[in-house]
């Protein structure tokens, strides 16, 4: 977890490739069916256009629907997941029915910092997600939804605070201690 642009797919992908498991990205997961044809694909993209959240309840059966048919011990790496209160603790009953431990990796960067990455990203990638005109309402939204998440996380003792304003390699080598994996 972390802000927009704070490197939690490029983080996901190095931590599931040393654990050898998958990644499950709620971003990823969207943006491909935001992609498709219909009327679900339109709403999709025109909330991912407008750099809001998916209901909680579309959210929450994306991600308990890529838990399910895995067994505890299967290794998965959750990117963005859980954005709103009410995702986190689905999520938290999910893995708790299951018998699945998990951690909250926190990558923690400033709002500057997010701000920077993101117009640095929309400029090499041309993500639309990543217009200037949606960056601020991205901000807001993990102000007002995603830190509850995260603080009820940390209520839980889940959460791990990574210094996500370092290298690529010193994020991944602190995520590597912090889970034991160094």
Known sequence: MGRPGSGKGTQAKLLAKKLGGDIYSSGNRLREMAKGHGFV??????????????????????????????EPEDPIVFE???????EAESFEQTAKWL????KILHLNISTEE?????????????R????????????????????PAVE????????????????????HADIAKALGLS
């Open 41 to 70: 694909a339109g709403k999709v993209k025109q909330v991912l256009d407008e750099g809001a959240l998916l209901p909680s309840w579309f959210s929450s059966h994306l991600f308990v629907d890529a838990l399910l048919g895995r």
């Open 80 to 86: 963005g997941a859980c954005r709103r209160l009410e």
């Open 99 to 102: 018998g699945r431990p998990y």
């Open 114 to 126: 997010s701000s920077r990455r993101l117009l640095a990203r929309k400029g090499l990638e041309g």
């Open 128 to 147: 639309s997600d990543d217009a200037s005109d949606t960056i601020s309402r991205r901000m807001e939204e993990y102000a007002t939804n995603t830190e």
């Open 152 to 171: 009820y996380f940390k209520k839980l003792g889940m959460v791990v605070e990574i210094n996500g304003e370092q290298t690529v390699e010193a994020v």
